[in-house]
């Protein structure tokens, strides 16, 4: 399902984080979506609204890779973590990212209005704070628990999860096919997810 930067706005809105988020489309056709809030990293660690965010968030979109990134100011001090869910099919960035790294952002009052209009869930007094065990889970749904923990737990931003969509691995592991232009797409219903090792530009 592709969605466009307006369909983004909207859903969003009914997630009542619009006032807290930037959508922009590329060049490129991707539509990239940053979400500003505080996340939690603890493993096996969820919450109603997260999960009902997730659901939200991931439903009719296929992710491809799922990035952890720590952050750290220019001391060494730790500032806070995001999440990065990339779909290669649907052609979307969805970002969450700590509001400590976006200390100059200023929500629009159109998006504050959305939200107290649709905003179906209610994240209480001040900043979301959203359990990225849950995002992780819902997005990679049946890798489970057991990769999400494994890349929470993990600490670093050297690895990250990928979907496989190799040809080879995927007729081994899911037989089923579906085709459409850009990829050879498996069996949604067993996706095949691996923890990759992250290339970061600075190996010799």
Not at 56 to 74: L, M, R
């Amino acid at each position: 399902m592709h969605k466009d930067a307006e369909s983004w706005e909207m859903t969003l809105a009914e997630c009542g984080i619009l006032q807290r988020s930037t959508v922009e489309e590329s060049d490129n056709g991707y539509v990239y979506v940053t979400i500003i809030a505080s996340t939690s990293t603890t493993p096996d660690d969820s919450d109603e609204s997260s999960e009902d965010l997730a659901m939200e968030i991931f439903s009719g979109v296929e992710v491809s890779e799922v990035y952890i990134d720590h952050h750290f100011d220019g001391g060494g001090e730790y500032i806070g973590t995001g999440a990065t869910f990339v779909s290669l099919y649907d052609k979307c960035v969805i970002q969450f990212q700590d509001p400590e790294l976006y200390d100059a952002f200023e929500p629009n009052k159109e998006s504050a209005r959305l939200d107290g209009e649709f905003g179906e869930i209610d994240w209480g007094w001040g900043e979301p704070l959203i359990h990225l065990f849950s995002l992780i889970k819902e997005a990679a749904d049946t890798a489970g628990s057991s990769l999400a923990n494994t890349l929470l737990l993990s600490g670093t931003s050297e690895v990250y999860l990928q979907r496989i969509y190799e040809p080879e691995e995927c007729r081994k592991l899911l037989p089923q096919r579906r085709e459409n232009s850009d990829y050879e797409l498996w069996d949604n219903a067993n996706p095949a997810w691996a923890l990759m090792a992250r290339h970061t530009g600075r190996e010799g």
